[in-house]
C-alpha cells in the first residue's frame, strides 16, 4: 500500500465531539481533507451551524448533532443519528472537554463532578456505545481520545494552575486508552490519545494571559502550538498509516514534557 493511500480516509465517517470551534473544529476540517464524513457533536447549535456552514464550504460532507454529553441519555441518541444517517463509525475523536480552578483544599464538589462526567464518564460511554453497535460488529475502528499533557504531571508551583480535576481526568483518559486498546485489540479497533500541550483556546485564555511566555521558555521549539500543529497527528491516528500503533499518547506540546 502506498504512502498517500494509507493516509485517505475517503468513505469514513468520522465523529468528532466538542468539534464546533477551537482545536475540534480544526481537527474534524484535517479528516474531511483527507476524505471523511464528518460528524460535528457540541451542545450549541448556532456554533454548530456555523461550523458545518465553514466545513461545506471546503467541500467536506458534514452533519451536525446537537447534544450534552455530560447527560447520559444524549449518548444513545447521538450514535442513533449518525448511523441513521451513515449506517457505520468509523473513526471516533473524543475531543469535548471541560476545566474548573480552584485551590484543591477547597475544590468544590459541583465542579470536580462537572470536570468527571465530560472528561472521563462522556469519553467512556460513547465509546462504548460507538464500539458495541459499530466497531466490534464491522471488526474495525479508530477511537482517538485528546488528553493532555496536564494528565502527565502535577502543575508547576509558579505558574498557579490550581486545576486538579481537570489534571486527574486527563490522566485518567491517558490510562482509559491503555485499557481499552487492550481489550479491543481483537476486534481490529485501534484505541490511542493525544495529549496536547498548550495552545491558545477558550479554555486556555485567561490562563495564557499569565504564563504564556513561562510556557514558551520551558519548549524547546519555542513557541505555542496553532491550529495546524494537530492535524497530522489525527490524520495520523485516525488512518491506515497508524494500524499497527494502539494504547500509546501522542505528545504534541513542542517538547515542554521533555525539560
Not at 473544529?25 to 465553514?54: C, F, I, Q, W, Y
Not at 447520559?72 to 449506517?87: C, E, G, M
Not at 468527571?116 to 475502528?141: C, H, W, Y
Not at 519555542?222 to 495546524?228: E, K
Request: aromatic share 6%; hydrophobic share 45%.
Amino acid at each position: 500500500m502506498g504512502v498517500k493511500q494509507l493516509f485517505d480516509l475517503a468513505g469514513k465517517v468520522a465523529v468528532v465531539t466538542g468539534g464546533s470551534r477551537g482545536l475540534g473544529l480544526t481537527m474534524a476540517a484535517a479528516l474531511g481533507e483527507m476524505g471523511a464524513r464528518v460528524v460535528l457533536v457540541a451542545r450549541k447549535a448556532d456554533e454548530l451551524e456555523a461550523a458545518r456552514a465553514a466545513l461545506v464550504t471546503q467541500g467536506i460532507d458534514c452533519m451536525i448533532v446537537t447534544g450534552d454529553l455530560a447527560q447520559p441519555a444524549t449518548i444513545p441518541r447521538i450514535v442513533d443519528s449518525v448511523l441513521d444517517q451513515w449506517q457505520q463509525i468509523d473513526i471516533l475523536v473524543n475531543n469535548a472537554g471541560a476545566n474548573w480552578a480552584a485551590p484543591a483544599e477547597d475544590y468544590p464538589d459541583d465542579g470536580w463532578r462537572k470536570v468527571m462526567a465530560l472528561n472521563v464518564d462522556a469519553q467512556f460511554a460513547l465509546s462504548r456505545e460507538v464500539g458495541k453497535r459499530s466497531m466490534i460488529p464491522r471488526r474495525t475502528g479508530k477511537i482517538i481520545n485528546i488528553a493532555s499533557i496536564a494528565g502527565l504531571f502535577g502543575n508547576p508551583p509558579a505558574w498557579e494552575m490550581q486545576t486538579i480535576a481537570y489534571n486527574t481526568s486527563k490522566g485518567a483518559l491517558v490510562n482509559f486508552t491503555r485499557a481499552l486498546a487492550a481489550e479491543w485489540g481483537r476486534y481490529n479497533i485501534n484505541v490511542n490519545a493525544i495529549c496536547p500541550g498548550f495552545f491558545p483556546s477558550r479554555m486556555t485564555k485567561t490562563v495564557l494571559e499569565r504564563i504564556d511566555r513561562a510556557v514558551i521558555d520551558l519548549t524547546p521549539l519555542g513557541r505555542l502550538g496553532n491550529d495546524d500543529d494537530l492535524k497530522g497527528s489525527v490524520v495520523f491516528l485516525a488512518s491506515e498509516a497508524s494500524r499497527h500503533v494502539t494504547g500509546q499518547a501522542l505528545v504534541v506540546d513542542g517538547g515542554c514534557t521533555i525539560v
